[in-house]
């Protein structure tokens, strides 16, 4: 059992701290982790005599994992721009033919609440099959008031209707649309409609915790995201940024002066960014799900990111365009292997550090108590083989505040 206890979030040589106990065991009461400890310790308490039992067979358990960045809601996938990479067309060139994030916005726009709610419900229910128990979620393939709403309220009902976290991230500026491009009044007028109109509202219907800005060449300029993210902060949404993607935008250094929660991409970071992460809170999102499936050489420099103190994470940045996945252990298999981490440095960077990076490190991320009992079982005898075998599902069960939410199928052969 990995437990990744221990006080907030890893930086460094910690990040390979996975706290395991050899047969381990949780009490689990209401929802909570009540107890936990070696089985001896756990069977022999009062509170546990009359419990129901879990017996997970010698199988590896960890808390369930976090999936700090997606872009949960959109209406179909891009299979067809997905061929014209491999031929050869870049992620800018598509996007420049009005496909890309654009292409998402039309069909998010052409598509019913129902039909979207339907298809992100299938998501989730991919997300627990491999063992993630919370999964932040960005709007941004709406762009006007009306689709953006419609976007951040799914979140809402997801959230009240299915088991799994939904924590929900207003990306209004993730592109400008196609109405308001071609002059700067546009792009101006774009950005005064989300500081005016767009994040006053989702502020008072309470519909997202955090505002996040796509800074890169082709989206909004550092200068826009300040003053995207500051309109946010007055009204209480916490910022986070997509950053140094394509280019180095400077995007690090102003979510860092922000107070962002975090920096998320990180490609094309240069030494002073990485300096200035590893002495601030503000935690380094990488998704090399991304880069591997456009077929990018340039990963985010993971190694020097945990060197120099940075507070690292990992996840799926689930999206049609660019990482068309749900699978947090696939994430880790190229976390070991393109970015150089540890099997248990991925593991922290999935659990408790993405937990950090949505703020809710008290209540997830690890085993404690008091702890939502969110855990994923592994039918695996070493935890590095979470990593190692790839591209196949070995989560055995999932469970989300004390309910069993995936059990692996019964194949019968
Ligand atoms: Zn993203």
């Known amino acids: 059992m990995l437990t990744l206890g221990g006080h907030g979030p890893r930086r460094g040589a910690a990040l390979a701290r996975l706290g395991i ?6 009490l689990v009461r209401d929802g909570l982790i009540a107890a936990v400890g070696t089985r001896g310790k756990i069977e022999g308490l009062p509170d546990a005599a009359g419990a129901e039992k879990l017996d997970v067979g010698g199988r ?23 061929e014209l990479k491999i031929e050869g067309a870049s992620y800018e060139e598509i996007a420049r033919k009005s496909g890309g994030i654009l292409n998402s916005v039309k069909k998010l726009r052409a598509a019913t609440s129902e039909a979207l709610k339907l298809r992100a419900r299938r998501a989730l229910v991919q997300f627990a099959a491999y063992g993630t128990t919370t999964v932040e979620a960005k709007s941004g393939y709406g762009l006007d008031v009306a689709s953006e709403l419609k976007i951040l309220r799914l979140h809402k009902e997801l959230a009240a209707e299915q088991p799994l976290d939904v924590v929900s991230t207003f990306l209004g500026a993730h592109v400008v649309p196609a109405e308001y491009r071609g002059t700067p ?19 008072q219907e309470k519909l997202a915790e955090f ?24 009204h209480g949404l916490v910022p986070r940024v997509h950053a140094e993607q394509l280019t180095r935008s400077g995007a690090t250094q102003l979510a860092i002066k922000l107070g962002a929660a975090s920096s998320d991409h990180l490609e094309q970071v240069n030494s002073n960014d990485i300096a200035a992460l590893g002495k601030s809170q503000t935690v380094a999102t990488l998704l090399p799900g991304c880069d591997f499936h456009l077929g990018l050489a340039k990963y985010a420099p993971a190694r020097k990111l945990i060197d120099g103190g940075a507070i690292v994470a990992l996840a799926t940045d689930y999206n049609p365009g660019t990482s068309p996945t749900m699978s947090m252990p696939m994430i880790l298999s190229l976390a070991c292997s393109a970015l150089r981490m540890t099997p248990a440095e991925a593991i922290t960077a999935a659990t408790i550090n993405a937990a950090y990076a949505l703020r809710r490190e008290k209540h997830i991320g690890s085993f404690g108590v008091g702890k939502l009992a969110d855990l994923a079982v592994f039918e695996l005898a070493d935890y590095r083989e979470i990593p190692y075998y790839f591209g196949m599902n070995t ?15 019964k194949t019968t052969i």
């Open 185 to 203: 009044t546009g792009v101006k007028a774009y950005i005064a409609l989300l500081t005016e109109k767009l994040i006053p509202e989702v502020a």
């Open 395 to 409: 989560c055995w069960l999932t469970m989300k505040r004390g309910v069993v939410v995936h059990a692996a199928n």
């Open 21 to 26: 106990i050899r047969d381990g065991a949780l």
């Open 211 to 234: 505002c996040d800005v796509f800074c890169d060449r082709g989206a909004f300029t550092r200068e826009q995201a300040k003053q995207i993210l500051e309109a946010g902060k007055r």
């Open 60 to 82: 590896v358990v960890l808390p369930g994992f976090v999936d700090s960045h997606t872009h949960l809601i959109h209406a179909a996938s891009r299979a067809e721009e997905y």
